[in-house]
């Protein structure tokens, strides 16, 4: 059963600033990573996904990778008060086709 | 272009009694896909349906069950419906099975069941 932790509690930061989520998971064989946004009520949006070591830039959001440590990690420089939502870690093994997800870190822009 | 739909968005229904939820995945996309999202559960894998066949289940009882139509839609029944069974049920859908990035899922606005 595949694990995906995000450990981090509700994260404030200011307009303006650099919000900074970290996601482990315990699945080697994990293939795939993605990183969801959801608004409160909403479904979840897709904002990145990653299968290489290394970073991925898309616009104002970077995602990282390191599987040889198993975490991955989103930054969002610039925050905005749009950016405040839920942010979710999910895992795929190659296959099987299944996300996994974390429990989310809720993200709170002050203006 | 058109995104995953779902329908109903809300539903209510009393203990005991059948909930059926219906999913239209993205055109072109052949996989679809189930996930519940409970309050304070996070959101749990479901069921994997691609060309017509269940793929993959998640750790579910049997009275969840659902099938996938010759036009790639879907449908997720809930018998015997229980208070606990409240949740988002959420529908994804991806391009191909297997081959990166197309597996990328991608959801819907998601169907709220509220059980009496």
């Known amino acids: 059963q595949k694990e995906v932790e995000q450990n981090s509690g509700p994260l404030s930061v200011p307009e303006g600033a650099i919000a900074s989520l970290n996601c482990t998971y315990s699945?080697?064989?994990?293939?795939?990573f993605f990183w969801y946004r959801q608004y409160s009520g909403k479904s979840p949006e897709l904002i990145m996904f990653i299968y290489s070591n290394g970073d991925k830039e898309d616009g104002r959001f970077t995602a990282q990778l390191n599987k040889a440590s198993q975490y991955v990690s989103l930054l969002i420089r610039d925050s905005q008060p749009s950016d405040s939502a839920t942010y979710l870690c999910?895992?795929?093994?190659?296959?099987?086709?299944?996300?996994?997800f974390g429990k989310g870190n809720q993200v709170v822009v002050i203006p | 272009e058109a995104g995953v739909t779902q329908s109903p968005t809300h539903l209510i229904k009393t203990r005991g009694q059948q909930a059926t939820l219906r999913c239209s995945p993205i055109s072109g996309h052949t996989s679809v896909y189930w996930y519940q999202q409970a309050l304070g559960l996070g959101l749990q894998f479901l069921l994997w349906?691609?060309?017509?066949?269940?793929?993959n289940r998640g750790n579910f009882p049997p009275r969840f069950s659902g099938r996938q139509f010759p036009n790639y839609s879907s449908e997720l029944n809930v018998n015997a419906l229980e208070l606990e069974d409240s949740a988002l049920y959420l529908c994804?859908?991806?391009?191909?099975?297997?081959?990166?990035?197309?597996?990328?899922?991608?959801f819907g606005p998601g169907t709220r069941l509220t059980v009496l």
């Open positions: 994804a859908s991806s391009l191909l099975v297997g081959t990166l990035p197309a597996d990328t899922q991608y």
């Open positions: 349906y691609d060309e017509g066949e269940e793929r």
């Open positions: 999910a895992v795929i093994e190659y296959g099987n086709n299944r996300l996994a």
């Open positions: 699945d080697r064989g994990s293939q795939s």
